[in-house]
């Protein structure tokens, strides 16, 4: 009988071993992650438009992909603060600065060659990130996004398969930077 019982307790002594080291491991390899990545997400817009733009109000942000999703929708989508610039600021990621630790990462990257709104239409192989990633936003937001894409008055940048997709609304004061990708 005596053997039973000490059986038992070892076999439990075990098993409290192994989920103890389970939930430790799930933790480091998962929970921490996405943890980090909660926290960052919603100052990332702050970050983004620091040194470009004064940012009034963060309107929505997330510097990473859902955790397990190869491709999904990355934001910085901001109201845009005063001194409002008058014309639209780029960050490009070829002015290396003096000190090589200071390397701006390439999702920093901001604008570049604008043009001014109207939109162009998206052509039939073309990526409509905003399409995408809408489903994150709050209707209104979609809207204001869409508006300022479709009216006068601002500027916007596209990658060749409009993959990044970056806006520039005075009007509106907004501006944003909508990727879907990897």
Same mark, same amino acid.
């Given at each position: ?7 038992? $307790? ?13 939930? *430790? ?47 999904? *929708? ?5 109201? +845009? ?8 600021? /780029? ?9 090589? $630790? ?24 073309? $990526?409509? /990130? +905003?399409?995408? *990633? ?26 060749? /398969? ?8 005075? $009007? ?11």
């Amino acid at each position: 009988m005596r053997i039973g019982i000490d059986l038992i $307790k070892g076999m439990a002594n075990v098993a409290l071993t192994l989920a103890f080291f389970y939930g *430790c491991g799930w933790w480091l390899f998962v929970g921490w992650p996405v943890q980090t990545r909660r926290v960052e997400d919603p100052i990332f817009a702050t970050h983004f438009f620091e040194g470009l733009l004064p940012v009034a109000e963060v309107l929505q942000s997330r510097r990473y992909n859902p955790r397990g999703e190869t491709w999904g *929708c990355t934001y910085a989508i901001v109201r +845009i603060g005063d001194p409002m610039p008058l014309h639209p600021p /780029s960050r490009d990621l070829r002015e290396r600065p003096v000190d090589p $630790k200071d390397l701006i990462p390439w999702d920093f990257h901001f604008g570049g060659d604008w043009r001014e709104t109207p939109a162009a239409a998206l052509g039939p192989n073309i $990526k409509d /990130s +905003i399409g995408f *990633c809408q489903i994150d936003w709050p209707e209104t937001l979609v809207q204001e996004i869409r508006d300022a894409l479709a009216t006068p008055g601002g500027w916007y940048v596209r990658d060749v /398969s409009s993959e990044t997709v970056y806006l520039y609304a005075p $009007k509106q004061r907004l501006a944003a930077r909508v990727r879907f990708g990897d």
